[in-house]
């Protein structure tokens, strides 16, 4: 039965890449038939990949962001388990203007892997929405996976604003320990 599956696997991504390939020569003279091999090509590929990031850029593109968000949310729909679909949906979640949904969208992505760009991303959401302590606290899980300096500064600076002057301290000699620079406030 394995086999079967593994084969049946192979078979669609053989066949995702084909229309891919497709889709990529048709993209410059005709892009609604470019669009169309696309779509096809992410309805074949049997788990997420860079075509589905393809089909939600194409609708950007063209402007319809609308579009995009309906491709985003069947996609996520479709791969429930991929943090990487959520964080597409997050993505175009804020490209439409719709950050309350983003934030659940990245929140989803955390929940199901550590992820830096999505901590990054609620993060500042949160600090968006006027919420410096929850906003800290992705910040911290955003360094904590691996985002760097920057989410030190950005989490020194939330934890600031929501007033715990001594855990903002600690992260600005953290951040002053792992850049090797003087803390300038700007």
Do not use: C
Request: hydrophobic share 50%.
């Amino acid at each position: 039965m394995k086999r079967t599956v593994r084969w049946w696997h192979a078979l669609r991504w053989a066949a995702s890449r084909l229309a891919a390939r497709r889709a990529a020569r048709s993209s410059l003279r005709h892009p609604a038939a470019s669009e169309r091999w696309l779509r096809l090509a992410a309805r074949l590929a049997p788990a997420f990949s860079a075509v589905h990031r393809d089909v939600v850029a194409a609708r950007h593109r063209a402007a319809d962001r609308l579009g995009a968000l309906a491709a985003a949310l069947k996609i996520a729909r479709r791969f429930e388990h991929s943090a990487d679909a959520w964080v597409l949906l997050g993505e175009t979640y804020v490209a439409a203007f719709r950050p309350d949904d983003a934030i659940a969208a990245f929140e989803r992505a955390l929940a199901i892997e550590e992820r830096p760009d999505a901590a990054l991303a609620a993060g500042d959401l949160y600090a968006r929405k006027g919420d410096p302590r929850t906003a800290g606290a992705r910040y911290a899980r955003a360094y904590a996976a691996g985002a760097g300096p920057r989410a030190l500064k950005l989490n020194a600076k939330a934890l600031r604003a929501s007033g715990d002057l001594e855990a903002a301290r600690q992260a600005q000699a953290l951040w002053e320990r792992e850049t090797g620079m003087v803390w300038a406030d700007d």
